[in-house]
């Protein structure tokens, strides 16, 4: 295993270049189940969940090859031959739940083994299955996988989400492309990741309606055909290192930054007293003065402030002037990073979905351990304004959803290495 280490630096300056999304890509990759044709996705990111990805669409019998490096994805499940998706790889990457709605639409049988939970919560699948029961599958859970069967194919339906569901919305969206009849998804998320998924199944031959709006209307086609298609740029790695300037104080262009992808978190930063401006290539942003405001956040689906940059912004509040009320609504156990971030000296109290943090001047240095993918990122970040040394153990957390990141943060002036921890 690996393990970062970031000195408390000066500020800093330069570029960093933002990448495709993991959690775009992460449904894109099953749309190739939809058709025998080939898919080619570009702007793809280079993370070990999409190798993992990469690896269950191999197991099903499905092409997938990484070509520039990684950056292009030429997939195809013309010898699609089996329907299993295996538990040893599912329980890896619970994203592995979104080959289920394509493989049944598309052959009217799946077996996907259930996720498991993961350590920010449960992460039940109900919300999955109850819309590709409305649409007609049966469904049998046994010995820890769900048994689809879909005889004369899925048919269309009114599916009234009872809370919104990002991975949901994004298995009933792909099986409703090749249902019979009209599927219409009421209380769906609205993530850019999921317009995103409709602009690629579109180009495929789909016939949608409505993405990025609470209600997508979904006309079932016979078949899908190939297409071409861009990653959107990844809104939380974006998010994430606009607070590297904002903790580390200096000035950073992030390349291919929209500020359509990120506003409720840009907004909270403004309030802090960083300035965001978009530039021709990206957004820049900027720390002024010497320290921030203390500001309240509460997470939400899109278009509100992100859950997967909780724990980042709560680095960046842990030095700030006041205190910060930030509460999780998303999630039931997404404030692992707190009790590491107190490590380092910050004062954070948590009680249920809500933690307290009053800021402090400076944060102190200290060896500390990721435990999930955000909060592994969470630590680096407040790394690069503390005093001293931080060790950030156990960073394959951290190479699931941030390519490189020693390169990218060195590259803008951070003090930071990886090393081999054999420990
Ligand atoms: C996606 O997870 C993202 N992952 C998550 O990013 C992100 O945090 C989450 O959406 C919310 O934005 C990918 O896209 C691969 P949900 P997903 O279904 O689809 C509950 C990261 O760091 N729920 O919107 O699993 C669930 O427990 C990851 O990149 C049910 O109860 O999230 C949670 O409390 C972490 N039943 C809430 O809904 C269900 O059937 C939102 O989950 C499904 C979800």
Redesign the pocket.
């Known amino acids: 295993m690996d393990r970062i280490v970031v000195t408390g630096n000066g500020p800093l300056s330069g570029q960093i270049p933002i990448a495709g999304a993991?959690?775009a890509c992460?449904?894109l990759m099953p749309a190739t189940l939809l058709s025998d044709e080939p898919l080619t996705l570009t702007n793809a990111p280079r993370l070990s969940d999409i190798r993992t990805m990469t690896t269950l669409l191999q197991s099903l019998g499905a092409e997938v090859s990484a070509l520039n490096d990684g950056k292009v994805l030429a997939l195809s499940s013309h010898g699609l031959n089996n329907h299993t998706a295996e538990y040893d790889i599912v329980r890896k990457m619970?994203?592995s739940i979104l080959v289920l709605g394509p493989m049944l639409a598309r052959d009217g049988h799946a077996v996907v083994s259930l996720p498991g939970g993961c350590a920010?919560?449960?992460?039940?699948?109900?919300?999955?299955l109850k819309a590709l029961e409305a649409m007609g599958a049966t469904l049998d859970l046994r010995d820890g996988y769900v048994h689809a069967e879909a005889r004369g194919g899925l048919k269309g339906a009114v599916v009234e989400f009872p809370?919104?569901?990002?991975?949901?919305t994004e298995n009933a969206l792909m099986a409703a492309t090749l249902a019979k009849g009209t599927t219409v998804l009421k209380n769906a998320?609205r993530?850019p990741?999921i317009v995103d998924l409709a602009q690629c199944l579109r180009k495929m031959g789909a016939q949608i309606e409505g993405e990025g709006t609470s209600t997508i209307t979904i006309q079932g086609v016979e078949r899908l055909h190939g297409a071409t298609h861009p990653v959107v740029t990844d809104r939380?790695e974006l998010g994430t290192y606009m607070l590297a300037p904002a903790i580390a104080g200096g000035e950073v262009e992030l390349l291919g930054g929209k500020l359509s992808l990120v506003a409720a978190f840009a907004e909270k930063l403004e309030a802090a007293g960083i300035s965001v401006t978009e530039t021709e290539r990206g957004l820049t942003v900027t720390r002024k003065g010497d320290r921030v405001q203390a500001v309240d956040v509460v997470t939400e689906?899109f278009p509100g402030f992100?859950?997967?940059l909780q724990a980042q912004m709560m680095a960046l509040l842990c030095t700030a002037e006041g205190t910060s009320v930030l509460n999780e609504t998303?999630?039931?156990n997404r404030f692992m990073h707190a009790p590491e971030l107190t490590r380092m000296g910050a004062r954070i109290e948590v009680h249920g979905g809500t933690a307290r943090v009053t800021g402090v001047e400076r944060l102190k240095g200290a060896p500390v351990m990721a435990t999930d993918?955000?909060a592994s990122v969470s630590l680096i970040l407040a790394g690069l304004a503390a005093e001293g040394e931080t060790v950030v153990s156990r960073v394959y957390h951290l190479d699931r959803?941030y390519e490189r990141v020693e390169e990218k943060l060195g590259a803008v002036g951070a003090m930071i290495r990886r090393e081999r921890d054999d420990g």
Do not use: C, W, Y
């Open positions: 993991k959690n992460l449904t619970r994203a920010i919560g449960a992460r039940p699948v109900d919300l999955h809370m919104v569901s990002v991975g949901a998320a993530e990741e939380i689906p992100p859950t997967d998303i999630f039931e993918l955000r959803g």
